[in-house]
């Protein structure tokens, strides 16, 4: 047993009202630069929809993940090493530019440039990419369900296959058409198969924390982890000639607090925590033969934090006691592997994904509500499953693999938990046999209720910080951000933020910059002898000499 | 075997040929190996193939594998040509009309494939808007080098197959190659090569000068290590980290909207430009 620890995420779907805040904002941290104007490292998806890049998730085509071969190994689905380096002077299956969106922006200047005359100037949409007038065609979620599902949602294909599974059961009749969105990064996977294909082997996954990085210095832009990654969270930066994925925020984990997209949720339907898992078991998990075991496979190399056994192995692989107990409490432990809510996307591909979905009931309530019945009563409820708006087996495609059984017993538990806690919430006693009927009981009900409904800020996100004695490690190791203009150029010099030479990004920073915030003399002006750098000075603390002396009490004025 | 001999003694080797046959190549020699570390250490960043597969990927499928696995014939067949000498494929039992036959027939397969790839891809460099706009002028004033490389060495051929009274590389180039990797430059045989041989080999050398200061790079990482690594690879502090740390730092991520892609969306007419037109 090798235990490594992993940060993970999981996503309650039934919170997500499909905002976009979370793209924005992680655009804007991220991939607001050349080159990347067609990234988004976190997209969020109406489904039934094609996705994005368009139809990522037709294999036959993109040959994304792993497949078995005869003996029942693990193979790349595009194909071994040799045919990884026979195809590398044109990689065979990279989706284009189009299969993404041809990205724009608007000739802003023409609206207060343009001379007087009798019609409205307009801001004509201009690419991005040669610099043309350009007619908008797709974008990153063009067949949202306010404007493309009723004409485009034939197109996913998660839909055709359940349709040809399920003699058109799934039908499109628009009063009738079910969504939910489905907000997706980089799976920071356990086997990744972006990794596998990287003929530099710049792509790494950090032995600290699982997050998975491509080094920019090491990338050669082969691109083969592009056509590798199933997903397609893979991206090519078509200015600097090398692939670039989501990074989990990992300046912002390893000071301990959460994900962009994370952080600026509004639905708050985010948890990050950590994982255990054991390294060796890795590969022979992801060759489980069937792929619906394969959901079981990946709960089953997750250890339990509370084992004696996995905490003394975890210890003699030197992760420090405070992830461990990070690991105690992670959100994300117990609702994939203790209450089994959340469920990985596409398990499927063999990439052991580590970024979980607790899958959507909602509409079903509203639905029966909506035919008379009563909405959280658990007979009536536990019975309106299978006529879910959204099709349990869609849902059985996305997340399990096409197994129903998984999505009906924990569609069976979010159904459970509302009628259980109902009857709380109305003074009357719980009644266990709801619990039961769902294999759970009323404790994990209240603890699945408490985490999912009522969770503050500390229990949606435990993350433990990188730890100081090691910060020399991870910082920057190679997945440079400190580059001009990039991202993670921040900068404090003799004219205050912003100016002197580019600083890394690193735990030593952040704490430094706090406690220089926090700290006594926040604007380091004690060497100024009775004056004071307006430019350094932030807003924070009362710097000596810029206000008169406080000369005893006074009313009014302070 | 006294190589320093016919530098002093021969007649025919000018002080032109010294320095073009003596000296250059170790210049080039030194350009390169010098150019190469000086790159690895500088600007691991700038590194890469910048594939523009991104932007047009239907001629590309075509034309990139015809050149590059041309190209790759076209270096094993040098190597046989330069590397071997005449006496060891005569005495395996090869004759020479047999060796000529076969260097040929496969150089020219190899050479036309070679050509037609690349200029299969200058064209869709040309005519694709994107492609276009993303071609620098090191890349530029790269592609005028290596096809004329290519143009030059599909030249040779066809002049020594056509004038039998060119003398055959295997008694001058080779010999003047084989001997730069002694330190004993044997520039009387290469002096005694014929003016197309000269021509090819010179721009040879140009195209090496330029090889670490161009796109041309990306071909000495090419990754013949895939084949032996693990597919997954963990990084922890005891594997240290990347050559990041000697990188320069300069080069980097540039705002959207940047210069290059500047044509018409924000490069807008002007307001005096305006002006003037009204």
């Known amino acids: ?558 | 075997m006294n190589r320093v001999a016919p530098i002093v003694q021969n007649a025919d080797t000018g002080v032109g040929s010294i320095l073009l046959w003596g000296v250059l190549p170790y210049v080039v020699l030194a350009v390169v190996i010098g150019g190469t570390v000086w790159r690895y250490r500088y600007d691991q960043f700038g590194w890469t193939t910048r594939s523009s597969q991104l932007y047009e990927s239907r001629i590309l499928r075509i034309a990139s594998p015809l050149f590059h696995f041309g190209i790759l014939a076209v270096l094993a067949g040098h190597i046989m040509g330069l590397f071997i000498p005449a006496s060891w494929t005569a005495a395996v039992g090869m004759t020479e009309g047999m060796y000529h036959f076969m260097a040929l027939s496969i150089g020219t397969i190899a050479g036309i494939g070679t050509l037609v790839g690349i200029v299969l891809l200058v064209w869709r460099r040309r005519t694709t808007g994107p492609v276009f706009m993303a071609t620098t002028k090191n890349d530029k004033f790269m592609y005028v080098m290596l096809l004329a490389a290519l143009l030059t060495g599909l030249a040779t051929t066809v002049i020594s197959v056509l004038d039998h009274s060119v003398a055959d590389y295997r008694q001058t180039v080779s010999p003047w190659f084989r001997s730069i990797w002694i330190f004993q430059p044997d520039v009387a045989a290469m002096a005694a090569a014929g003016p197309s041989f000269k021509l090819h080999a010179l721009w040879a050398m140009a195209l090496f000068a330029i090889w670490p200061f161009t796109r041309l790079v990306h071909a000495f990482t090419a990754p013949v290590h895939y084949l032996f690594r693990p597919y997954i690879v963990y990084r922890s502090r005891d594997t240290g980290s990347s050559s990041h740390h000697h990188s320069s730092g300069h080069r980097g991520w540039e705002p959207v909207g940047t210069q290059d892609r500047a044509r018409g969306a924000t490069r807008a007419p002007s307001p005096r430009r305006r002006a003037g037109r009204r």
């Open chain 1, 1 to 558: 047993m090798r235990v490594m620890a992993q940060v993970a995420m999981v996503m309650a779907l039934d919170k997500c009202i499909g905002c976009h805040t979370c793209s924005v904002t992680c655009k804007q941290a991220w991939t607001n630069r050349a080159g990347t104007e067609y990234v988004w490292f976190n997209n969020v998806e109406t489904r039934p929809g094609q996705g994005y890049p368009r139809r990522y998730e037709d294999q036959e085509k993109w040959k994304g993940g792993w497949e078995l071969n005869r003996r029942g190994n693990l193979k790349l689905k595009a194909g071994g090493r040799w045919a990884k380096l026979f195809g590398l002077f044109a990689s065979p299956v990279q989706p284009e530019l189009n299969d993404y969106y041809e990205p724009w922006t608007y000739d802003y200047e023409n609206l207060i440039t343009a001379p007087a005359g009798t019609d409205f100037p307009v801001a004509r949409p201009k690419s991005l990419i040669t610099g043309e007038d350009m007619k908008i065609e797709w974008s990153a979620n063009w067949d949202d369900n306010l404007g493309g599902t009723a004409q485009l949602g034939h197109l996913d294909p998660v839909v055709e296959k359940v349709r040809r599974e399920s003699e058109d059961k799934i039908t499109f009749e628009f009063e009738q058409t079910f969504a939910f969105y489905l907000p997706r990064i980089c799976e920071h996977c356990l086997n990744p198969s972006c990794m596998a294909s990287c003929p530099s082997g710049a792509i790494y996954k950090r032995a600290e924390d699982g997050i998975v990085l491509v080094d920019q210095d090491r990338c050669r832009g082969w691109r083969q982890c592009i056509t590798g990654c199933p997903y397609k969270k893979m991206y090519y930066n078509h200015k600097s000639g090398k692939a670039e994925k989501c990074t989990f925020c990992y300046p912002r984990i390893e000071v301990g607090i959460p994900t962009v997209c994370a952080e600026t949720c509004v639905g708050r339907l985010r948890y990050i925590g950590i994982v255990l898992y054991d390294a060796d078991r890795v590969t022979e998990a992801a060759a489980t033969p069937d792929e619906q075991d394969l959901y079981e496979a990946q709960l089953d190399i997750m250890l339990d934090p509370h084992d004696p056994d996995v905490v003394a192995a975890a210890r003699a692989e030197g992760i420090p006691e405070d992830w461990l107990d990070a690991a105690r409490r992670s959100p994300v432990h117990i609702l994939a592997k203790e209450l089994r809510v959340a469920l990985p996307l596409h398990p499927e591909y063999r990439t052991m994904p580590m970024v979980w979905y607790v899958p959507p009931l909602s509409p079903v309530v509203d639905l029966l509500k909506d035919q008379g019945h009563d909405g959280e009563d658990a007979s009536t409820l536990f019975g309106a499953i299978d006529a879910l708006r959204i099709p349990v087996e869609y849902l059985a495609e996305l997340f399990t693999a096409g197994d129903t059984g998984t999505i009906r017993e924990v569609l069976g538990k979010l159904a459970a938990m509302r009628s259980y806690m109902r009857d709380i919430a109305l003074g009357e006693d719980p009644d266990e046999g709801i619990a039961e009927a769902v294999g759970m009981t009323g404790a994990e009900i209240r603890k699945m209720y408490r985490l999912m409904a009522i969770a503050k800020y500390e229990e949606r996100y435990v993350i433990p910080s990188a730890h100081l004695e090691e910060a020399h490690n991870l910082e920057e190791i190679g997945c440079s951000l400190d580059v001009d203009g990039g991202p993670g150029m921040g900068q404090t010099g003799v004219f205050g933020e912003a100016s002197g030479r580019p600083m890394p990004v690193a735990t030593e920073n952040f704490n430094a910059l706090q406690a220089r915030q926090r700290g006594e003399d926040p604007t380091g002006n004690e060497g100024l002898a009775g004056r004071v750098n307006l430019l350094n000075w932030d807003g924070r603390g009362n710097p000596q000499g810029l206000f008169p002396p406080d000369s005893g009490p006074r009313n009014g004025t302070n």
